[in-house]
């Protein structure tokens, strides 16, 4: 009977380690982050913060724009609509593949600059995959 507890403690907690390390930054991801919180920074701004619960729907969102990448949702409905109440701005990209190039590509963009700019927005996740060699980039901003 101790073993059987064992056996299912030891499920318990790899499952929640699993689940965890599932919406864990990778060093692309916060290497774009701190560039973001650089150029924030010198442009007299506050940091975006990590959220764990926008780095959800940066995965989520990440995921769809493989399939169709669009600001728009693959049953047609807005990006924020993945979370409503969390997600207020969004920027997408594909086929960078390092942190500066993608965050040189937004800041060249009027509208995905005005976003990294927006003093509204107070948190951040950066979520990424590769799907036929090339990387697709999801950042969504929150209040």
Known sequence: MKNLVRSIVAVISLVVMMSV???????LEAEALAKV????????LSEVKYSASLE???TVRVGEITQKFSHQRLDGS?????????????NLAK???SADEVVDAWMASPSHRANILSANYNTCAISTTTKDGKTYWAQEFGI
Do not use: M, P
């Not at 919180?37 to 007299?44: F, P, T, V």
């Open 21 to 27: 390390s599932a919406f864990a930054q990778t060093n």
């Open 37 to 44: 919180n650089q150029i924030r920074l010198a442009n007299g």
């Open 56 to 58: 959800g729907a940066s």
């Open 78 to 90: 807005d990006f924020y609509t993945v979370d409503a109440n969390n997600v207020w701005g969004e």
């Open 95 to 97: 086929g960078y593949n």
